[in-house]
């Protein structure tokens, strides 16, 4: 199962609109927040696609039914996506790892750090896919995600 993750987009549909062209056969795209109109515009170019997204802290005004956390059941990992803000992720991962301890998650998500980071701490996932939109401190990029029988396969790729 391929999963294509992105986060913090904030405004740049041009990006999120190439992420899908670029992974044309993942079984799910998931967007973390602060450019959750962006994803959602750019999924109605791709219908067919299984789309999950949450809002971010700079999401305001978009849609009250967006969630900001979910808990997903993918392949046979339980992943629990959150833009990050609500766990001061820019200050450490201590809060972060609480709640991905207390929602028994093998894979967690998040973003709003705008910094790519993958590591495997106590037996989970934290993942932050960086930023889809390109700055002058980080480049743009998101993560390819594969959950196989083997494991768990991260890469973060960029733009």
Not at 108 to 120: I, S
Not at 122 to 129: D, K, L, T
Request: net charge negative; hydrophobic share 35%; with cysteine.
């Amino acid at each position: 199962m391929r999963i294509i993750v992105m986060s913090d987009s904030h405004g740049s549909f041009g990006q999120v609109r190439r992420i899908f062209e670029d992974n044309p056969g993942a079984d799910c795209f998931i967007h973390l927040g602060d450019g959750a109109k962006d994803f959602e515009e750019a999924g109605w170019l791709f219908p067919d696609t299984l789309r999950k997204g949450i809002r971010g802290n700079c999401d305001f005004g978009h849609s009250p039914d967006t969630p900001k956390e979910l808990l997903l059941e993918m392949g046979d990992k339980r992943i629990f996506c959150t833009h990050g803000d609500l766990y001061r992720v820019k200050y450490g991962l201590e809060d972060l790892m609480r709640a991905g301890r207390e929602r028994q998650a093998d894979i967690v998500l998040y973003g709003h750090t705008h910094r790519a980071l993958a590591e495997y701490l106590e037996g989970v996932w934290y993942i932050n896919p960086g930023s889809v939109w390109d700055s002058s401190r980080t480049p743009a990029g998101y993560l390819a995600l594969d959950i196989t029988p083997a494991g768990v396969v991260p890469v973060l790729r960029k733009l």
